[in-house]
């Protein structure tokens, strides 16, 4: 069976850490872009963090730039996003993707997009970030 699986999400406080990873089950991700979503009760879903296949290439959303981190080890065949100094505002469903073709290669407008033309989804992994 083809799928990611997300695992890290839970509460944090605010100005604490979080490390969400995104595994590849059935397939390899060598030749994906893998993107990290989110989605809040009544937002649209926004575009966090992508990174190429090689790993060579990332783009942030202006919202987490500067405290979030993306990196990919292929070997493990896992995606992760480490935050740091959360914000209430982070709060959301955090789901992982995978593209290759043409949005592999111009990461930076499947990011903005919201993911068009995606061929995986994982499931999602709740950010809470409260006191």
């Known amino acids: 069976q083809l799928q990611l699986v997300e695992s890290g999400g839970g509460l944090v406080q605010p100005g604490g850490s979080l490390r969400l990873s995104c595994a590849a089950s059935g397939f390899t991700l060598d030749n994906y872009a893998i993107g990290w979503f989110r989605q809040a009760p009544g937002k649209e879903r926004e575009g966090v963090s992508c990174?190429?296949?090689?790993?060579?290439?990332?783009t942030y959303g202006d919202s987490v730039k500067g405290r979030f981190t993306v990196s990919r080890d292929n070997a493990k065949n896992t995606v992760y996003l480490q935050m740091k100094s959360l914000k209430a505002e982070d709060t959301a469903v955090y789901y992982c993707a995978a593209v290759r073709g043409y949005y592999s290669i111009n990461i930076v407008s499947w990011c903005s997009s919201g993911a068009v033309a995606t061929d995986y989804w994982g499931q999602g992994t709740q950010v809470t970030v409260s006191s």
């Open positions: 990174i190429s296949g090689s790993g060579g290439r990332t």
